[in-house]
């Protein structure tokens, strides 16, 4: 085991927090069975501690440790794409500390698929933790690394900006392959309910249509849902993902005529564009700053959390996106980006 590995095992256990790369965004992990340690995840991200977190496990093996009555729709699923970027949620087992689920009688659980990631939890689960040997529950709750309502960290760097020392070791594994956060689907209700999209991801519907042989229930893209309850994902609250400059979202067509018209204005704005060359179809020449994507759905999501981390620091007033093309390729990219533009400006 690497020294950082060690040290990282030996934090976890002393109810520290390690920050960790998986393939989708960095994680600010904690002990899951440790509630104390998991309460100085939400102190560290400003998050209400009525928003759950993901537990991650080092293999499918531990599944029905952390869950009960574990459908065979899960087994499936974590067959098909564990270790991956898919998130299930399942009724919770009895051992599992409330303040992991948010109170919630629900569990959420992942094998990640970064090396480093799972390194660290195998290693962890060989260790040890404190907590965890009573219960028999080994597990590293992990929510995305930034401070809450803000953009995910896809690179070290990233982590100790939005969380500076609040991690007590954040280890490095360069950038992260998939660049937004796992596909999140519940498992949680009983029949004849389907499985439910709470997040939209890498690992898409039809995939998880082509394993379990139904299409699940999408409720994610709707405004308002659940509003009698409170919010189960952060990642769905309408203001989500956001750069503190104001951003808007700004038809392929219509990007030459409103950038001139933002630059007769004198404002400059930052521009996040796929389908155009940088500064194509401008009347004048141009102040603003451009950030280019490949129109490619698995590129763009690999490289976005990074463009708006730029665009957000060029000192702006305005963080223009071109549209995405049209597809349900394009939808958890879509899904990020509208989140982005709704909670942007409130810093
Ligand atoms: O890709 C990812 O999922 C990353 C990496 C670090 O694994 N993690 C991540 O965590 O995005 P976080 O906390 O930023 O987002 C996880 C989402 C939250 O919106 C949370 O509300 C939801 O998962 N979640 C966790 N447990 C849940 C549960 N029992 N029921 C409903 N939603 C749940
Ligand atoms: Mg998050």
New binding site residues.
């Given amino acids: 085991m690497s020294r950082d590995l060690a040290l990282a095992v030996r934090l976890l256990q002393a109810g520290e927090l390690v920050a960790f790369p998986?393939e989708?965004?960095?994680?600010i992990g904690a002990d899951a069975a440790n509630p104390a340690a998991v309460a100085r995840i939400f102190a560290a991200k400003g998050?209400p501690a009525d928003?759950?977190?993901?537990v991650?496990l080092p293999g499918a093996g531990h599944l029905d440790r952390w869950a009960r009555d574990v459908p065979a729709a899960a087994w499936e699923l974590a067959e098909a794409f564990w270790p991956g970027?898919l998130?299930l949620?399942l009724k919770?087992a009895p051992g599992v500390p409330g303040a992991v689920?948010?109170g919630?009688d629900?569990?959420?659980v992942?094998v990640?698929a970064h090396p480093l990631a799972l390194a660290l939890l195998r290693a962890y689960a060989q260790a040890g933790g404190v907590v965890w040997e009573k219960e028999g529950l080994c597990g590293i709750a992990?929510?995305?690394?930034?401070r809450f309502g803000r953009i995910?960290p896809t690179c070290a760097a990233h982590v100790r900006e939005e969380l500076g020392d609040a991690a007590a070791l954040v280890l490095d594994g360069g950038p992260c392959p998939?660049g937004?956060?796992?596909t999140?689907l519940?498992l949680?209700r009983d029949d004849p309910y389907p499985p439910r999209l709470?997040?939209p991801?890498h690992v898409s519907l039809e995939q998880i249509e082509t394993v379990l042989g139904v299409l699940p229930e999408a409720v994610v893209g709707q405004t308002g849902q659940n509003v009698q309850e409170p919010?189960?994902?952060?990642?769905?609250l309408d203001a989500h993902y956001a750069p503190t400059t104001p951003m808007r979202m700004v038809a392929s067509q219509r990007l030459p005529g409103f950038l001139d018209a933002q630059r007769d204005s004198g404002r400059r704005c930052a521009v996040l564009c796929h389908s155009q060359p940088p500064q194509a179809g401008l009347s004048k020449p141009s102040l603003h700053l451009w950030q280019r994507l490949p129109a490619q759905p698995e590129a763009y999501a690999r490289g976005l959390y990074a463009a708006l981390r730029a665009l957000d620091k060029a000192g702006v007033e305005l963080i223009v996106v071109e549209d995405l093309p049209v597809g349900p390729a394009w939808t958890a990219v879509a899904d990020r980006l509208r989140r982005a533009a709704c909670g942007a400006g409130g810093a």
């Fill in positions: 998986t989708t965004v960095y994680g998050r928003h759950p977190l993901i991650h970027p998130t949620i919770r689920t948010g919630q629900t569990v959420g992942r990640p992990a929510p995305s690394a930034n995910s998939v937004i956060e796992s999140i519940d949680s709470l997040r991801g919010p189960r994902v952060s990642g769905s």
